[in-house]
């Protein structure tokens, strides 16, 4: 069992910038493929980025390539959504999600998930 938790969302102004933090406690987490998904209200879920247990292995979706950045620090048990760029459209409540086998961008294919962070963007 692993257990998730999200820190860092808050309101943003379109262009900044937000760092999004998924700390992990339970098993081993070093080999968790960790995986970002968001849901905006009113709209399904979605991928937005994931990272295998192995790093630099990384998947991005194209709404959010070139913007946003995941990473991991496998010492500290945490994976990071550096946000950049932000847009209105970024607006959602982000969940970090992880999985012991496998890796990809198919969000119900993760296994844990954490409670969820809050993301506004304001125009």
């Known amino acids: 069992q692993v257990q998730l938790v999200e820190s860092g969302g808050g309101l943003v102004q379109a262009g900044g910038s937000l760092r999004l933090s998924c700390a992990a406690s339970?098993?081993?987490?070093?080999?968790?493929?960790v995986a970002w998904c968001r849901q905006a209200p009113g709209k399904e879920r979605e991928f937005v980025a994931s990272i295998a247990w192995s790093s630099p292995n990384t998947n991005y979706a194209d709404s959010v390539k070139g913007r946003f950045t995941i990473s991991r620090d496998n010492a500290k048990n945490t994976v990071y959504l550096q946000m950049s760029s932000l847009k209105p459209e970024d607006t959602a409540d982000y969940y970090c999600?992880?999985?012991?086998?496998?890796?990809?961008?198919?969000?119900?294919?993760?296994?844990?998930w954490g409670q969820g962070t809050q993301v506004t963007v304001s125009s």
């Open positions: 999600a992880a999985r012991s086998a496998g890796w990809g961008s198919d969000c119900s294919a993760y296994d844990y």
């Open positions: 339970g098993r081993t987490f070093i080999r968790y493929a």
